[in-house]
């Protein structure tokens, strides 16, 4: 699961426990990588992934990417 987040977004705030529970739950199943989409040096895969609102969630099946937005912007 790619978690793309802001510290200053209140849905990624309140989103944040659920994926800690997940990750937590799902430990050795599933990796869940947190990107902070104000942090420079994420500023590629955040382009690479064209997120332009937070949350965005990535869950990857069997390589495919499944997207998952909140209707929210940056």
Known sequence: L???YARWCGWCQKM???VKDMD????GRMKVVHLD???P???AI???YQVNSVPTFYLYDQNR???FKMDRYL
């Open 65 to 67: 990417a499944l997207q």
């Open 46 to 48: 955040v382009e690479q």
């Open 2 to 4: 790619m978690d793309f």
């Open 24 to 27: 937590k739950q799902a430990k």
């Open 16 to 18: 944040a426990p659920l």
């Open 37 to 39: 989409v104000d942090d």
């Open 41 to 43: 040096k994420n500023l």
